[in-house]
């Protein structure tokens, strides 16, 4: 099965910077055919997507965190980054990477959805106004 293990979340004044980063292994196909993501969940609120990235590296983010955060991986290291600056109250949560199968027509919106088939145990950001 697919494990991932998330690390880098923190408490930060809002304007400020962090980057998550995330462990993938136990890979049950080739690493070239998940695509992964981003999401969060602040208290009382459901989980909401943040950022994705296909098998070929393209990505898409959700309209509230463009041009702040960046989502990239590096194959090599089998590690997933969310580099998010310029941080608000508002991105306050538990931040998940996932991870699931794709096909070349994946099409995914992080703006409206919000599943994957393998999660992270999340970690904790706080942003402080």
């Known amino acids: 099965r697919v494990d991932l293990m998330e690390s880098g979340g923190g408490s930060v004044q809002a304007g400020g910077s962090l980057r998550l980063s995330c462990v993938i292994s136990g890979y049950t196909y080739s690493r070239t055919q998940y695509c992964m993501g981003w999401f969060r969940q602040a208290t009382g609120k459901e989980r909401e997507g943040v950022a994705v990235i296909d098998s070929n590296g393209s990505t898409r983010y959700r309209d509230s965190v463009k041009a702040r955060f960046t989502i990239s991986k590096d194959s090599d290291k089998d590690t997933l980054y969310l580099q998010m600056n310029s941080l608000k109250a508002e991105d306050s949560g538990m931040y998940y990477c996932?991870?699931?199968?794709?096909?070349?027509?994946?099409?995914?919106?992080?703006?409206?959805?919000?599943?994957?088939?393998?999660w992270g145990q999340g970690t904790l950001v706080t942003v402080s106004s």
């Open positions: 996932a991870a699931e199968l794709c096909s070349a027509s994946w099409s995914y919106d992080p703006n409206i959805d919000a599943d994957m088939d393998y």
